[in-house]
């Protein structure tokens, strides 16, 4: 008989404020704020300045014994007023931790009295509140969280504009910058939120930013509710919980709900609904990228074919990655996430109508540990995921290609594609590689040419 878990060990997800401080990240001139504790912010610095390999602020109210008593209102007005003088946002993003949460602190009315004591008849930076406590939910929850909240307070009625809002999902900067550039391809304007694509991968400064350049503007983020359609890149979402859906509900503004556009049915997808919104047809690069894309999917074919593979990350990263993966001939034997949604199966289903048949094996709410006693029965030929799956990958001998949040133990984590048939190419020259280079170090004698 199986008993319920309490408590997990390496958990297959990172903790909610995180993923909030990565969206308030990209927005411009906004600094992130955690409501809690130093060690909340100083862990959550460690790991995005590992993966993305840039200096991160994140500012804290730094709560102590004597605020888990009495609450953290004091610390909280004291250290937006110290963010405000020292940094001059014009947006400041407040995730609240565990701790914060937990006592029943009501940030809202906080921040209200913060308004009227501080405001003395200048202008205030634009506060954006999250509710983002680690013992509920994952990372991407927090992101999700975030981003509604950023729309919720910015975002105002007025006339229709020839405008798109683009809520991309927690993609990497690299993915973010190739969207930017198929709206601009297709002259079609777009408010893409979050945007870090500089901010969490900008170059060398001549002189130090408190806050770097680049981000969503909140001027831009104003317009969202006069949009004329809202494209969102999830399946798992829920509609309390998504910006796209608060926009439909509050302006009337169509929301149009996709899977990650990888592989070329989900990416075919994305690009017959930008045609439809333009009412033009794509330019012909991204018909010339689809083409090379086929190309390459019939010259690689025969090293990936049965391949099997256990696959775990955020459950939209997952769901997507196991169409592609089928769409490639591969057999994800196992799909996992430490999210839970309670609609990973399902979304799988839809894009893999026979998974049942095939074996393949759906689990959220899942740990490292459990993954790793699947893969003992299941004997996968490798591993897709982000590097908190290495100690599994080398405790039990399978390869390791790494993909998505956090990739802490290889270098351009943040340059990596994934979406559209760009970022498809890219991730299966990286799986043919990977097949190509196991076979080279399971040969008795190996080969220098395939």
């Not at 003088?85 to 009295?113: F, H, N, W």
């Not at 304007?189 to 930013?209: A, F």
């Amino acid at each position: 008989m199986k008993h319920a878990k309490t408590a997990t060990q390496n958990a297959c997800k990172l903790c909610n404020p995180l993923g909030a401080c990565l969206a308030f990240r990209g927005i411009e001139n906004c600094v992130p704020f955690l409501h809690g504790s130093q060690g909340c912010a100083t862990y959550i610095r460690r790991y995005l300045i590992s993966h993305y390999k840039e200096p991160i602020d994140i500012a804290s109210s730094n709560f102590h014994e004597e605020s888990a008593v009495f609450g953290g209102s004091h610390n909280l007005q004291v250290g937006l007023k110290n963010v405000t003088a020292q940094y001059k946002p014009e947006v400041i993003g407040i995730a609240t931790t565990c701790l914060s949460e937990t006592i029943g602190d009501d940030v809202p009315m906080i921040l209200r009295e913060y308004t009227k004591t501080y405001r003395n008849g200048t202008p205030m930076p634009i506060m954006i509140h999250a509710s983002t406590p680690s013992y509920q939910g994952s990372h991407i929850d927090g992101f999700h969280a975030a981003v509604r909240a950023t729309v919720e307070t910015l975002a105002e009625k007025g006339e229709r504009q020839n405008l798109v809002n683009m809520f991309p999902n927690m993609v990497s900067p690299a993915d973010l910058r190739y969207l930017k550039e198929i709206f601009t391809d297709f002259r079609l304007p777009c408010m893409l939120l979050p945007d870090y694509s500089q901010t969490m991968d900008g170059g060398p400064w001549g002189e130090y930013h408190r806050i770097p350049p680049g981000g969503t503007p909140a001027s831009a983020i104003v317009n969202a509710g006069r949009a004329t359609a809202s494209i969102e890149f999830t399946s798992t979402l829920a509609a309390s919980k998504s910006a796209a859906c608060y926009l439909e509900e509050a302006f009337g503004v169509p929301r149009h709900q996709l899977s990650l556009p990888i592989g070329i049915k989900e990416s075919d997808k994305f690009f017959e609904l930008l045609e439809t919104l333009t009412e033009q047809p794509r330019p012909e690069k991204y018909e010339d990228e689809r083409r090379r894309l086929v190309d390459a999917y019939a010259d690689g074919h025969k090293y990936v074919f049965e391949k099997k593979v256990i696959l775990y990350g955020e459950e939209d990263l997952v769901v997507a990655m196991t169409a592609f993966l089928r769409e490639i001939g591969m057999m994800p034997v196992l799909c996992a996430s430490g999210g839970k949604s309670g609609q990973l199966k399902q979304r799988i289903i839809e894009l893999i109508p026979d998974l049942e048949e095939l074996g393949i094996k759906v689990r959220e709410g899942v740990d490292f540990m459990d993954i790793e006693d699947e893969a003992k029965l299941l004997k996968p030929d490798f591993l897709i995921g982000n590097s908190k799956g290495y100690t599994m990958s080398r405790k039990n001998n399978i390869p390791l290609l790494r993909i998505g949040f956090p990739i802490h133990d290889r270098f351009g984590g943040q340059r990596a594609h994934h979406i559209g048939y760009r970022g498809t190419q890219e991730l299966f020259d990286r799986i043919v590689n990977t097949v190509i280079e196991q076979r080279q170090n399971a040969s008795s004698i190996g080969y220098t040419y395939m």
